[in-house]
């Protein structure tokens, strides 16, 4: 069983930068590829971000290129997901998501497991 937790998520104003968190427990962190997607109220879930099980690899949603980059810590099973000039359009659940036997994905049904999500509210 994996179990994947949220945190960082809040309230900012347009213009402001938050720092997402994902810690992953329970299977061999090292070799899976994360995700980050997320979903606004009445809205489908979308992805935002992929990465590879190195760090190497990544793919990005074209709303969020060049403001949001994601990262990994293997060693201490973290994956983050630094998000710059935040726009009202971010505001939404964010949930990190992890699946194995996969490079990178944008694909909701590639990944195995989900976390509970963390809110994102971007407002002035």
């Known amino acids: 069983q994996v179990q994947l937790v949220e945190s960082g998520g809040g309230s900012v104003q347009p213009g402001g930068s938050l720092r997402l968190s994902c810690a992953a427990s329970?299977?061999?962190?090292?070799?899976?590829?994360m995700g980050w997607f997320r979903q606004a109220p009445g809205k489908e879930r979308e992805f935002v971000v992929s990465i590879n099980w190195s760090g190497g690899n990544t793919i990005y949603a074209d709303s969020v290129k060049g403001r949001f980059t994601v990262s990994r810590d293997n060693p201490k099973n973290m994956v983050y997901l630094q998000m710059n000039s935040l726009k009202p359009e971010d505001t939404a659940v964010y949930y990190c998501?992890?699946?194995?036997?996969?490079?990178?994905?944008?694909?909701?049904?590639?990944?195995?497991?989900w976390g509970q999500g963390t809110q994102v509210t971007v407002s002035s």
């Open positions: 329970g299977r061999t962190f090292s070799r899976s590829a």
């Open positions: 998501a992890a699946g194995w036997d996969l490079s990178v994905s944008s694909r909701g049904n590639a990944y195995s497991y």
